[in-house]
């Protein structure tokens, strides 16, 4: 039913977003005070986790749990003016079988899950579940350590509480707004502001559609790759670029390649996609093949640019001794693309 | 080299957007000043247009075309406080031969564009080139009526001016902005702010991506269109909404077609996208495969939604006298993607 790209780290749904219910004041509120609730807690977008130990053979795939916390811990916080709170959802049922429609006031039996953030030190005000859990002191490498099923709850959690932390004062206008519809949306607090009329995007979150793509070599057997001077040592990956305004994806990735490494891109194809909540993007993984192979790299972005022969890559992909550069992380999309390649044929 | 749907309306490239010279003052102006640069004007978003008469079959493809102005024509307005300018681009050389380098001062031969935007009546300030050439008075037909490489270009400028319009306050303390980098770019004027520190979106035009997708019956043999009620009478359009934060495409489709029809998805395929700049959507088309075929429409958004048969899309395709309903415009995406479908196998 999924293709494999669907497995991708930041990409499962393990909870239904029930959009429906964002306007649904009573029932939000209810669910706020349900003891089966689950709230995350993010303090300057950094969750709070608990670390696991790593498993016997020191390999462990997860390495962070986040901290479920239930309303009696979070109590003080909820009502704190700077804390911000959003509706995320509710756990899939096991079974397929329908909601039944309840009465009014009836549990719907659903377990819904907030995420609550602040930018001021939490500690005073929340019970922790746990001695050991603790904030993430930075998104990179921690969000990429959780099991999967929360990894796509942080994609979601994390996006939209970067939207509020920047956005709380109206565009339009410049004057202070409310949270509205359970965290999805900001309203203008200035009678008669332009951003009342109508449905404008400055009342919702952002997501910021990326292009990231393996540029193939007109004879199909070299991939270009490339690395900023942020990349650990020898690390290179793919070529990336916000797509602008009045573009296609397709002509995103010939600009940016073009950009980025001086290479001519004709013929693109759309791989698979990935939320990247570093703040809000949304990666459209491509591969294309080049029409030149002449490098000239963009110094203000990228450090180096290279052809890498097939053999290289997949020395690069069993991290042989002898590789000459190591990939990026499993749970980037840029390493689904580049492995997607080496399994593939030579030709799109 | 393109796939079909790179023809698409709002698809072409006419302008190659230049990017690495809009931090260069210094080009940007002597472009401002050159006589054959190309000058767009909009008006509260609305192109200035002349009127093309029809061909003598009445039919005609394009029926508006940009007007080009120069330098001397919008001189007053292109100093005036509450006038936007963005730089578009220059005219791509019609033949591949490499952009030699210049001396600095030497004129490089290229046709710079700019779009200039007003929110005020720029009657009095403009020298018309031509008694026949109006505002359009609304985005909606006329924005349809354009040749396809003027098209191109409004999806660019109509986009980045929608939020130039939008967000000249800093959303992250409410402070006013200032425009930079040709336009592409709002910086903050409160020293000190947040937005300041790092790299931020809240600098940068939006893009909304928006999952549009074809949802095919699970027979193979169906597919499910819906009507809004601002649609004309008769007109029935693929499903489609804006993908949220920490989505996938995949996951994204899906969600929206579970809740404006109830309906069940599983396979997506990717088909093309499409730039739609009312105000800066980018259109991430697809078929999807639908796993169950109850349909229970969301109210709030869908009037009515239903399957419709291979040959009923093909008689609405054909306009046939005797079509159960008509499709959305050649230039929407939604049409594409239905076209698609009916010259495609039963089965992705
Ligand atoms: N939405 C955005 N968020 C952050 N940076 C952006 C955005 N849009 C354009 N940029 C610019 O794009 C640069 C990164 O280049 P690229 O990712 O290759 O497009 C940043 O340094 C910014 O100057
Ligand atoms: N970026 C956005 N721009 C406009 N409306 C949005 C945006 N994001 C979410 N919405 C909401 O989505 C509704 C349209 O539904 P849909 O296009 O099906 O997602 C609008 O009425 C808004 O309430
Ligand atoms: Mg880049
Ligand atoms: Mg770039
Ligand atoms: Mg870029
Ligand atoms: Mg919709
Ligand atoms: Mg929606
Ligand atoms: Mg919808
Ligand atoms: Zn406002
Ligand atoms: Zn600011």
Redesign the interface.
């Known amino acids: 039913?999924?293709?494999d790209g669907?497995n991708?780290y930041?990409?499962h749904?393990f909870l239904d977003?029930l959009?429906?219910r964002r306007t649904d004041s009573t029932w939000l509120a209810a669910k706020q005070r349900a003891p089966d609730t689950v709230f995350l807690l993010f303090y300057s977008l950094n969750p709070l986790v608990t670390s696991e130990p790593l498993k016997e053979d020191g390999r462990g795939d997860c390495s962070y749990q986040l901290s479920r916390l239930r309303r009696p811990s979070v109590e003080p916080l909820l009502g704190h003016p700077n804390t911000t709170l959003i509706f995320l959802g509710v756990e899939k049922p096991r079974t397929c079988a329908p909601n039944t429609a309840m009465d009014d006031g009836e549990d719907d039996g659903l377990t819904a899950w907030f995420a609550l953030s602040t930018e001021e030190d939490p500690t005073e005000l929340v019970k922790f579940p746990d001695p050991q859990c603790a904030f993430l002191q930075a998104p990179m490498p921690g969000l990429l350590k959780l099991s999967d099923n929360e990894a796509?709850v942080?994609?979601?959690?994390?996006?939209?509480l970067a939207?509020h932390s920047?956005?709380?004062?109206?565009?339009?206008?410049?004057?202070?707004t409310r949270v509205d519809d359970g965290g999805h949306k900001r309203t203008c607090l200035r009678e008669g502001c332009?951003?009342l009329r109508g449905i404008?995007?400055?009342c919702?979150?952002?997501?910021?559609?990326v292009a990231i793509m393996l540029v193939i070599h007109p004879e199909g057997n070299q991939c270009l790759l490339g690395r900023k001077k942020v990349f650990p040592a020898g690390m290179f990956s793919c070529l990336a670029g916000?797509?602008?305004?009045?573009?296609?994806?397709?002509?995103g990735v010939r600009?940016e390649v073009w950009?980025e490494s001086g290479v001519r891109v004709?013929?693109v194809r759309?791989v698979?996609?990935?939320?990247w909540?570093m703040?809000?993007s949304?990666m459209?993984g491509c591969h294309a093949v080049a029409l030149t192979t002449a490098i000239n790299v963009?110094e203000n972005e990228i450090e180096e640019a290279r052809w890498f022969t097939r053999q290289q890559v997949i020395d690069a992909t069993v991290k042989a001794k002898h590789a000459v550069f190591s990939l990026p992380p499993r749970q980037a999309i840029a390493h689904y693309l580049i492995k997607h390649w080496i399994g593939m044929q030579a030709n799109l």
Not at 154 to 160: D, E, G, H, K, L
Not at 166 to 176: A, D, I, K, Q, V
Not at 242 to 251: H, L, R, S
Request: charged share 25%; aromatic share 10%.
């Open positions: 039913m999924h293709s669907e991708l930041f990409n749904e977003r959009s429906e796509g942080v994609a979601q959690a994390r996006a939209v939207w920047r956005y709380s004062f109206c565009p339009t206008c410049g004057s202070g332009r951003s404008h995007n400055t919702y979150p952002r997501v910021d559609p916000f797509i602008e305004p009045g573009e296609t994806v397709e002509e600009r950009e004709g013929p759309y698979t996609s990935q939320p909540p703040p809000s949304l459209i963009d």
